[in-house]
């Protein structure tokens, strides 16, 4: 009798899931042919939650929000600082909320007045950066580090496109993975891939106007 | 005891029921001309393992012998392919630009030699996707190359 009884509650239930997950499955084509859409809206939802929260900050900080937010490569240089800022202080959780930011301001970097060729390399070079940004932006600080290095030549490579309005610093350090660039607003030697274990490490390479 | 059978029957039906839940099979018939193993000259023995340690999260063909169709492994794997896929997709590589291509190698390389991928709880059931040290050596030192020809 119990045995039966066995039977029919899994038949039932083998039913009742068969029903669900078909129906579960109609959806999921459905969800398909909008993925590229929800996709987007997301992003877009990330920019303004941005500045939502910068809402409740000081105006300091709204003003960096608007600058990261017009388009210009000014702005996405800005946003690399600050996350080398966050590496050189070995500040993991502070890095990935500027990966996230960056990868929004490379994301709205406007390369329209460039030429055909040039604008076919930007667009190359930010698609590649916004990857390594989103890695940041979820990653524990060794691997934000590993992403760092390709994203700081994405930079370098943009800056030889784009130019820079304040001297730019490449500097190396020939002991992080093989030898590693980055850029810097100033001379002195911060090392973003090693922060406090080795801060010093490197040398200015080249001065970029 | 009785509630020790019970559970173990409802664990059981559980069990059941769930293999009858369809998932979406990452399959295809056709390889598209921009597979990394058609664009590039790539040894055979290499070959082989990309195919076996990468391609189930990392293209759009997965292997599905039976272990791989039973939940929840099924499910499990379907997560990975999805997310992997995103990350990575052997199958488009050619559609990539240099830039993109040496940016994806220098990754393979850190996750190969990390031992991060294939990850670990797939070599859990499949054990011949395991580099030994030997292959490890040889599938960076091709990439190395690969990455410095671009």
């Given at each position: 009798m119990s045995k039966l009884k066995l039977v029919i509650g899994v038949v039932a239930i083998a039913f009742v899931t068969l029903t669900a997950a078909s129906c579960k499955d109609a959806k999921t084509e459905k969800n398909n042919s909008t993925d590229h859409h929800s996709e987007m809206n997301a992003n877009g939802d990330h920019s303004k939650m941005n500045h939502d929260n910068s809402d409740?900050?000081?105006?300091g900080e709204k003003k960096e929000m608007a600058m990261s937010g017009d388009g210009n490569p000014q702005a996405v240089l800005n946003d690399y600082f600050n996350l080398k800022d966050a590496l050189v202080g070995d500040d993991n959780a502070k890095a990935k909320e500027l990966g996230a930011i960056l990868a929004t301001s490379l994301g709205k970097l406007?390369?329209?007045?460039?030429?055909g060729a040039q604008q076919s390399d930007l667009r190359d070079i930010v698609e590649d950066a916004v990857e390594h940004a989103e890695h940041i932006s979820e990653s524990d600080i060794a691997h934000q580090r590993e992403h760092f290095k390709i994203l700081s030549k994405d930079m370098t490579d943009m800056v030889a496109i784009t130019g820079t309005e304040n001297t730019l610093y490449q500097q190396f350090c020939p002991m992080y993975d093989g030898g590693s660039a980055w850029l810097s607003m100033s001379e002195d030697i911060k090392n973003p891939y090693y922060g406090?274990?080795?801060?010093?490490c490197g040398k200015v390479q080249k001065e970029i106007n | 005891m009785k509630a020790v059978k019970i559970i173990a029957i409802v664990l059981l039906v559980a069990f059941v029921v769930i293999q009858f839940i369809p998932v979406d099979r990452n399959q295809s018939d056709s390889v598209p001309k921009t597979d990394f193993m058609l664009v590039n000259d790539v040894p055979s023995d290499i070959k082989d393992k990309l195919r076996v340690?990468?391609?189930?999260?990392?293209?759009n063909n997965t292997q599905y012998p039976w272990y791989n169709k039973v939940q929840p492994v099924a499910w499990f794997l379907e997560g990975h392919i999805k997310e992997g896929k995103s990350e990575l997709n052997f199958n488009e590589?050619?559609?990539?630009?240099n830039r993109r291509k040496a940016s994806k190698l220098r990754s393979i390389i850190k996750q190969i030699e990390s031992g991060e991928m294939p990850l670990a709880s797939y070599t859990l059931i499949h054990k011949d996707a395991i580099f030994s040290e030997e292959e490890t050596k040889q599938v960076v030192k091709y990439m190395e190359n690969l990455k410095d020809s671009l």
């Open positions: 409740g900050h000081h105006d406007d390369i329209s007045k460039y030429t406090s274990k080795m801060l010093t | 340690s990468c391609y189930d999260c990392h293209s590589w050619d559609a990539l630009s």
